[in-house]
């Protein structure tokens, strides 16, 4: 599988931006954490306070029922009584009892007509433990804290009186507290307030973060196109120069090694050697041209261009390079329209991506070629099968002159670049070591081809 090549030296600006990014994370996690752990404690010890109130008063009605079903001093305990003086204390909202049949048995209010009902009550989850709930009767929600009581029942056996207490909930009776519920409220509000404060300042400081990560990069691409065009202006000041100097001499020396070439038959040492001396001059005139038009690209001439005939085209120039070391050809070519491009440039980009792809497979593979439209752009792709790129060169791919082959002056690369930004374009290439290599070309698609 081949993944997509890291940036270039971005990788130090990236680590450097996650550095920041991480810690700003994980402050805003912390605070959120701090902040709900701290309103939900608060949460806690209200409950916790408003639970033992209730259960104290659920305990005092137990207590008064059993000292009722006794008798005191031969008189009968009025419950009512006591629920009615306990109502008129602090804050509480009403008192109840509700029996085994679903009836209230006794209630005390604060303010009659609260809302409060039985079968509101008796729906709350079955509980022998104070157990505590909001429930909203009316406009004003209450905290109410219930548990199921176990009287004991007075039997006769034997001429004794005995007590014996019912172990089924459905026999035992409700006894249910209302307390105000606003401070309760209140926290709960106020931890809803915490957290929304401490989500939004966790979300701005990874916002920061991210910008700043966002920034450090684009910094750190320009910083490095920079870089490069500094490295391409002191190489185009030399190459102006060397050019001139070198391509004097390579002239005469051309000509006179045609001149003493064609003093000998076709065949002879002597007229292979002259015609030996003609190519290695005309291949110093490439690099010299080549390297002039790295560092002064001219303006591309543009002109509608058949893309499927333009890659059929340098496809036949390297149909025998493939052939010779068993390379298949695949292209996946889609129906477009002419495209805007110069077709001089565009070819001898496609030649340079063909001959490394060849020469990236000594013993055979695959040679893809694919293009298509994407939106407003145009998409030419070459890849390959071969040994890859080892990710350590893949930061210095395009530089002038860096080459991983034996052979070659490794400026095709370079020009390739340079070339497709000339049209506006960018160069992508994906590789892995031993899966292969692909070299995207992203083309924007100009005039009435948009």
């Not at 120069?241 to 020396?253: C, D, F």
């Not at 690209?297 to 052939?323: F, G, I, K």
């Not at 292969?436 to 948009?450: A, F, H, I, M, S």
């Amino acid at each position: 599988m081949i993944n997509q090549a890291p940036l270039s030296t971005s990788i130090f600006w990236r680590r450097r931006g996650l550095i920041l990014l991480v810690p700003a994370v994980l402050t805003a996690a912390i605070l959120i954490w701090l902040a709900v752990e701290g309103r939900a404690r608060e949460q806690r010890t209200i409950a916790r306070i408003l639970t033992t109130q209730g259960e104290t008063l659920i305990r005092s009605v137990e207590a008064a029922r059993r000292m009722g079903m006794r008798g005191q001093d031969g008189r009968q305990f009025r419950l009512r009584f006591l629920m009615d003086e306990m109502i008129r204390q602090g804050d509480l909202r009403f008192l109840g009892l509700i029996d085994a049949a679903g009836r209230f048995e006794a209630l005390s209010e604060a303010e009659p007509g609260s809302g409060v009902t039985a079968e509101a009550l008796s729906a709350l989850p079955a509980s022998t433990e104070p157990a505590w709930a909001i429930i909203r009767p009316g406009d004003d929600p209450l905290f109410v804290v219930y548990r199921y009581s176990r009287p004991p029942r007075r039997t006769m056996h034997g001429g004794m009186m005995h007590e014996t207490v019912p172990n089924s909930i459905d026999e035992r009776t409700l006894i249910a507290v209302g307390l105000d519920a606003s401070l309760y409220l209140r926290a709960v509000r106020k931890d809803v307030l915490t957290l929304a404060m401490a989500g939004g300042l966790g979300l701005a400081l990874a916002f920061a973060g991210a910008v700043t990560l966002f920034w450090r990069r684009k910094v750190a691409g320009l910083e490095r196109e920079v870089a490069r065009q500094e490295r391409l202006a002191a190489l185009g000041t030399l190459a102006a120069g060397v050019a001139h100097e070198i391509r004097n001499p390579l002239s005469s020396i051309k000509g006179f090694a045609t001149y003493f070439g064609a003093k000998f038959e076709a065949g002879t040492q002597d007229r292979e050697l002259a015609e030996v001396m003609i190519g290695e001059v005309d291949r110093l005139n490439r690099v010299v041209t080549e390297l002039l038009e790295l560092t002064h690209p001219a303006q591309p001439r543009l002109a509608p261009t058949d893309v499927s005939d333009l890659v059929r085209h340098a496809l036949r120039l390297v149909e025998d390079d493939c052939q010779g070391k068993g390379i298949a050809v695949q292209t996946r070519i889609a129906k477009l329209e002419k495209q805007t491009l110069d077709p001089d440039r565009m070819l001898q980009v496609l030649l340079n991506l063909f001959l490394n792809a060849i020469q990236a497979m000594p013993h055979g593979g695959v040679l893809t070629v694919s293009a298509q439209r994407v939106k407003d752009r145009l998409e030419l792709r070459v890849s390959d099968t071969g040994h890859g790129i080892p990710a350590q060169d893949l930061d210095r791919i395009f530089d002038p002159y860096f080459t991983t082959k034996n052979q070659g002056t490794g400026l095709g690369l370079a020009t390739v670049r340079t070339m497709v930004e000339a049209h506006g374009g960018q160069v992508r290439i994906a590789s892995e070591p031993g899966q292969g290599t692909q070299v995207t070309l992203d083309l924007p698609v100009k005039g009435e081809n948009r």
